[in-house]
């Protein structure tokens, strides 16, 4: 027991230690004050990790598990992490969070807790949240999450002086809370581009579908970076779960998909849209509910939401910013048919 003691307070330190270098190094040493919650603080709100209080359990992650509880000194509901990943990133996740708190498309940072084997993120739990399942979603709400997500993105990338690159954009990092507004959580990866500069080079990236294949091939990471993967979201979110995935593992069925056997994921994808006509490209459970009687209009807005898309990508066109297809978004979410003719 004295042993664990004395390997449990240099632990603590440690991880104390590394916090405050990355909240010196990402917030330019003027960050926003966060609390330092005690194991026993933690123990007690989630009655010792009890599967009761892990009332929302559908939040776990793959690196995560969320749990809910009050504090003494904190009646209103929190949120609590049990972050499973590196303690770096589990303190580039502290910091960043920090930062971008007070912003509506993120969760609210309450503070922390450094003294248990696995270290733990405590957010604001006052109203409901649960995880972002692409297939529950109508069109209307799909078009609005990714708005909210493109605004974070955007925020992350002009909102500081150095801008902040997130890097492993995908549906499992996206909360809803009870409004519908979508958050975006995790920040374990992110990264700053130097001042006067427009990327920086970062190895040990996680391979997955929304990877810009340059990064893959150069480690170089830009703002584009995150756009790329967004444009990838978007995608996600236009044809849906179940085919998305399909033609991950190359298993939709059309053997011109995968004509190519080293064809990236993006490619083909990009063969499955090509072809098609919208109806065809659209989630069909999404279509399905809309009792197969989608209007003029939402079948413009899904031609320009798939356009935007490509752009976003880079397989149309001069890649957006952030800012940019965050505005977009917002336009096709107010078109009107006679903006379509007009244009």
């Known amino acids: 027991m004295v042993w664990w003691r004395k390997r449990n307070k240099k632990l603590t ?63 209103m509901m929190i949120l609590i992490k049990k972050h499973a990943n590196e303690e770096e990133t589990f303190c580039r996740d502290t910091a960043v969070s920090s930062m971008v708190s007070g912003h509506k498309n993120f969760m609210k940072l309450v503070g922390c807790c450094v003294e248990l084997k696995d270290p733990f993120l405590v957010y604001d739990g006052v109203k409901k949240h649960s995880k972002f399942k692409i297939s529950e979603q109508p069109w209307k709400r799909r078009m609005k999450i990714a708005e909210d997500i493109a605004t974070a993105l955007a ?31 995790d920040f374990s990866l992110c990264v700053s581009i130097p001042q006067g500069e427009t990327f920086v080079n970062v190895e040990g990236m996680p391979i997955f579908g929304s990877m810009e294949s340059e990064y893959l091939k150069t480690n170089v990471v830009s703002e584009k970076t995150d756009v790329f993967a967004f444009g990838m979201l978007m995608q996600h979110l236009l044809v849906g779960e179940d085919r998305f995935w399909k033609i991950w593992v190359r298993e939709e069925g059309n053997s011109e998909v995968y004509e190519d056997d080293d ?16 109806k065809e490209i659209a989630d069909p459970k999404m279509l399905e509910e809309m009792c197969c009687d ?34 977009e978004l917002k336009k096709i979410q107010i078109m009107t048919l006679s903006t379509v003719v007009g244009s």
């Not at 939040?59 to 509880?69: A, C, F, K, M, Q």
């Not at 801008?163 to 409004?179: A, G, H, N, Q, S």
């Open 263 to 278: 064809d990236s994921f993006q490619v083909r994808l990009f063969k499955f849209m090509e072809k098609r006509g919208i």
């Open 13 to 75: 330190l440690a991880r104390g230690a590394t916090l405050l270098e990355d909240l010196i190094e990402c917030c330019d040493g003027k960050f926003n004050p966060i609390k330092f919650f005690s194991a026993d603080e933690i123990i007690k709100a989630t009655n010792d990790f009890n599967e009761e209080s892990n009332g929302i359990s559908e939040l776990d992650e793959y690196y995560s598990e969320w749990y809910s509880g009050k504090t003494k000194n904190h009646e």
């Open 155 to 185: 925020y992350l990338h002009t909102a500081f002086p150095r801008p902040f690159v997130y890097r492993f954009l995908c549906p499992w990092k996206i909360l809803l809370d009870e409004d519908g507004v979508a958050k975006l959580n």
């Open 294 to 327: 989608s209007s003029e209009l939402e079948l413009c807005q899904m031609n320009a939401f798939l356009m935007l898309s490509h752009r976003s990508i880079g397989f149309k066109g001069e890649v957006p910013t952030a800012v940019e297809v965050a505005k």
